[in-house]
């Protein structure tokens, strides 16, 4: 996004200087979007009862997600992509547009993505619908952006583990071998400095 900042500097000296910290929030109202523009927060993600981020973006207004289907003779009938696709605003699978940090995540061929990111690996998502920037060229329906986390001064981590294979005929559930083990970790590559981090992330 641009930021337009208008100030003067002059030249002073100054002694025995504190440190100063700047904070800024996100303004109501964004001057420099066009369109139409929501944001969701990787930790309003991982609180939710879903798993990456088209399921994320398919809880907003105006977005489906499904899993597509191609055509493929060869299977003597329909062949199920690796993962499932967003129509946004009634468009075509191929009208919309995936990014990770800024970088295009869709198929040449088809014009989808079967990119997937783990819950704790995103920082935000970037929700566009329309009035699209002249920099996204080629879509018509919409584009997903995520961003991904970065390392932080402090360590951190998350491990998160979902299986179904304690069930059975005792609990009367369905065994589906249905597994899920998700990590991360990120912090200092050095304790104490915080100028040179990490982050992975696997799922």
Do not use: C, H
Not at 105 to 123: E, F, R, V
Not at 137 to 161: D, L, P, Q
Request: hydrophobic share 35%; glycine share 10%; proline share 4%.
């Amino acid at each position: 996004f641009v930021t337009k900042l208008d100030f003067t500097m002059e030249s002073t000296v100054l002694q025995n200087v504190k440190e100063v910290e700047v904070k800024a929030e996100r303004p109501l109202i964004q001057k420099d979007v066009t369109g139409s523009t929501k944001f969701l927060d990787g930790k309003d993600i991982r609180n939710q009862p879903i798993r990456g981020y088209k399921d994320a973006v398919a809880q907003q207004s105006g977005v489906v997600n499904f899993q597509a289907r191609l055509d493929n003779p060869q299977l003597n009938g329909n062949e199920s992509m690796n993962g499932s696709t967003l129509i946004i605003r009634g468009g075509r699978p191929n009208e919309t547009a995936y990014f990770v940090d800024g970088f295009s995540q869709q198929d040449p061929l088809t014009g989808t993505s079967t990119t997937s990111i783990s819950n704790n690996a995103i920082q935000e998502v970037v929700l566009l619908t329309g009035g699209f920037a002249p920099e996204y060229g080629r879509i018509m329906s919409g584009a997903a952006n995520v961003i991904t986390r970065e390392g932080a001064s402090k360590y951190f981590g998350a491990f998160e583990g979902i299986t179904d294979n304690l069930s059975g005929n005792w609990v009367k559930a369905p065994k589906t071998d249905y597994n899920v083990y998700d990590g991360s970790l990120g912090g200092p590559i050095l304790p104490n400095v915080d100028k040179l981090t990490f982050y992975v992330s696997g799922e």
